[in-house]
């Protein structure tokens, strides 16, 4: 073997590097295989062997095959002083890193349940604490609330499994497109119209096909062509339903359902139906029949794509689908609309949602014996108490003449009356600085006895708007100036009180 391989060497140039080469054996003992090894020079070695970054096996894969991944990100978070990153940059990371370094085994290999749910763990510990593992209470919201998109409510985070799924539904994309390549014909395209027979053929990448086709099915549409590659029960392609969900009663009674319209249409509509329809499936049938008639198959391809879309499949776009992202959380679109830092708006995520850690909050959770306000002492610390009756909070709204009275939920700040020589479209921004700020003075107080007054407060509200007034479009900066001399001249209102009061 030694002498085949060197005349490879010889013949191409391509010289064998034995120190860094290892010797795998399938079905010979030990001893036997390393007595081969060492004539060959060679390491033994066993399976399953990085190859391109991946586990490399001939047999079932195993949990303990993915533990690698796991390392990597435990070597990713490690790198990182975490706990000095505030939550908004731990999303970044979260959503830009830990969600990417799955991609690759995901992209190649159904990763089992329980080394996506190890990895969300530390996903979750990573972004609540900056740690690699958390208790739940630490937890402020759920973690499959987290991974619902921005529209939805969430942060955006990409929810492993379905991640999974549509990244493996792109070989089922390649075999049924219309490139000649090789490999699909050794494969057996046809077999994709029949899964049973596919999986029977044993291969990893049958196992994977089988498995995907009914999740890719539900997320394209077919522009029927010859109909060789879409299946008559299950693809859409006569309507934005399959047939076997459109006619339950005849699908029923189908004896081979996995077949090509090609091949229905082609043997004058034969279905393979049991004998005796019922009345049901009778019905159907002629209503079918009406609709089947008017089809007509062309001598190109079909052509697929992403339902109610003609975008070709893309896992992404999959994704979307699967996800069925629906716009539900008016709060979270407002927020994500802002264009103040991302720390502030996920500080508005969790004021929104009522999620923070008030007095009141953690008094619930039992992490806290008393639910009383620490800076007047008078009232349980609940959002409403923080951020607009507390003494000093109401003397701030009272200062900038907004009147907080009708906010008895949170989604009320959005419609209070602003002053209306101002910019009320950049209200949303504005009232998120502020409620930020009396969070940042509410911690300030709770945790280093800092005792912030109303002009101070205002002052910070104003230069935050100066330093975040290249982050508006051009055209939205004359009101942001306008929002800031406001604030600007209600502290010196508040100065000239205070002077009076004074005197
Ligand atoms: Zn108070």
Redesign the pocket.
């Known amino acids: 073997m030694k002498r085949v391989l060197q005349e490879f060497a010889n013949a191409t140039g391509l010289v064998i590097n034995y120190g860094k080469t290892t010797f795998l054996s399938i079905g010979v003992e030990n001893d036997h295989a390393n007595y081969l090894a060492s004539l060959l020079d060679m390491t033994p070695s066993s399976f399953p062997q990085p190859y391109l970054g991946l586990p490399l096996t001939p047999y079932k894969f195993t949990t303990s095959d993915f533990f690698p991944l796991i390392d990597s990100c435990d070597r990713y978070l490690a790198g990182w002083k975490a706990s000095l990153l505030n939550r908004a940059g731990r999303l970044v990371l979260c959503s830009s890193v830990l969600n990417f370094l799955p991609l690759h085994y995901m992209s190649a290999m159904q990763v089992p349940r329980s080394v996506l749910k190890t990895i969300d763990g530390r996903r979750r510990a990573f972004f609540w604490t900056g740690e690699d593992k958390c208790h739940g209470s630490k937890c402020l919201v759920a973690w499959e609330d987290v991974c619902k998109s921005k529209q939805e409510g969430g942060l955006g985070l990409k929810k492993l499994e379905t991640q999974n799924h549509c990244l493996l539904m792109k070989f089922v994309d390649k075999i049924l497109d219309n490139t000649p390549d090789p490999w699909k014909a050794w494969f057996g395209r046809d077999n994709v119209l029949a899964p049973a027979s596919l999986s029977s053929n044993g291969s990893y990448l049958g196992r994977i096909i089988t498995e995907e086709l009914d999740h890719f099915r539900s997320c394209t549409s077919v522009a029927l062509g010859d109909g060789s590659t879409t299946s008559f029960w299950f693809d859409c392609w006569l309507h934005d339903t399959p047939l076997c969900t459109l006619y339950p009663a005849l699908f029923s009674h189908v004896l081979g359902p996995d077949v090509s319209v090609q091949f229905v249409l082609q043997r004058d509509f034969d279905l393979h139906l049991r004998p005796r329809l019922t009345t049901a499936a009778a019905g159907e049938l002629t209503s079918l029949m009406q609709i089947i008639s008017q089809v007509q198959v062309s001598e190109t391809p079909d052509e697929r794509w992403l339902r109610s879309t003609t975008l070709a499949f893309s896992s992404r776009g999959a994704y979307a689908i699967l996800s069925n992202t629906v716009a539900t959380d008016d709060n979270g679109q407002r927020i994500w609309k802002t264009k103040v830092p991302n720390k502030v708006k996920i500080f508005a995520w969790l004021f929104f949602k009522n999620r923070l850690s008030t007095r009141e909050n953690l008094h619930r959770k039992h992490v806290q014996p008393e639910a009383t306000?620490c800076?007047?002492?008078?009232?349980s610390?609940s959002w409403r108490?923080?951020f607009i009756?507390?003494?000093?909070v109401a003397g701030l709204w009272q200062r900038l003449g907004i009147n907080m009275d009708g906010v008895i939920e949170t989604k009320d700040v959005w419609s209070v009356d602003t002053p209306s020589s101002l910019c009320g479209e950049l209200w949303e921004d504005v009232v998120l600085t502020l409620l930020w700020l009396l969070w940042e003075s509410r911690n300030g107080h709770v945790f280093r006895q800092e005792r912030l007054c109303v002009r101070v407060l205002l002052s910070k509200a104003a230069d935050d708007l100066k330093i975040w007034r290249s982050r508006f479009p051009i055209q939205s900066r004359i009101g942001v100036d306008g929002w800031r001399s406001f604030l600007v001249m209600c502290n010196y209102i508040s100065a000239a009180a205070s002077s009076l009061d004074a005197i």
């Open positions: 306000c800076r007047c002492n008078a009232a610390e108490h923080i009756q507390c003494p000093f």
